[in-house]
């Protein structure tokens, strides 16, 4: 079972725009600025992978309508893919938006990113989706970690306050608080409705290209952890803006020879589980055809 937990297919201005920047701050990375949406599906069928999380957040309020048509149409032509909704700050309604979002489009949860989209998590005005989501029963993933590259600070403490006020809402720590990685095993260990997600981290540790050799240290604390806890860990790629090309991502995954076990868990069967709790039936239910 293959599972990218991270993924950004978005519409041709935004995929454009995320390229540009992503060269900006590595001009080799391997992802042509001018790829297009069929090219970056068809990567999938590459590797074979079975489904992917679709993630398409605004950055400005008018834009969360369009991503979210943009999204629930790449759902009903590839079936495969498992759409996130997200919201700006300033959309009013949020309690509708998550709604719709989940009844009429059938999306999984709900994406946030509270550096790129300029939002402290605690704002007031975000409890509404937080509270949407949590009678729902669906998930919210927030960006964490990687602080010195966008210049900003996600205290724990936050993200911590979010899922102790909202004791039913499922969270999922996207970069997993990187290098805070024993803040994220705490939280794994004191709350069962956290999970984690490993984008982009192995790349930052243990590829030449990319790695931040600052947090070299890291490397057994981050191993152990994965060891302990991979049944609430899953992989992600962030295909196109990622450590790499896809293939390579995966790669690098591989040279940690991790367990089998441990590996599985990462690369599909913590997030087959983690779909099946919220749409039961989903993975099992797509026929071959359907998939990449």
Known sequence: ???????????????AGL????????????VPVDVTLDHLI?????????SLFNFAYPIEPQETEELILFNADLRRRHPWIIPWGSLHLENPGKARIVERCIRDHD????????????FDPLDPRMSEAYQALQDARRPCVFHTGFEEFYGLSLPVSTLEHVVHSFP?????FAHSLFPEFAQAWRMLERYDTVWLEMTNVIGALWDERYRIRKFEDQRQVLLEGINAWSDRIMFGSDHPAGMGTLEEIYRTLDGLRLAETVKENLLGETARRFVERFKPGFISSLPPSTRP
Request: hydrophobic share 45%; net charge positive.
């Open 168 to 172: 039913r809402l499922p969270v999922v």
């Open 1 to 15: 079972m293959l599972i990218d937990v991270h993924v950004h297919l978005l519409p041709p201005r935004r995929l």
């Open 42 to 50: 068809g990567d999938y069928a590459k590797v074979g992978a079975d």
């Open 107 to 118: 999306f999984l949860g709900f994406k946030f990113h509270p550096f790129v989209q300029r």
């Open 19 to 30: 390229l540009k920047w992503i060269h900006r701050y590595y001009a080799p990375h391997p």
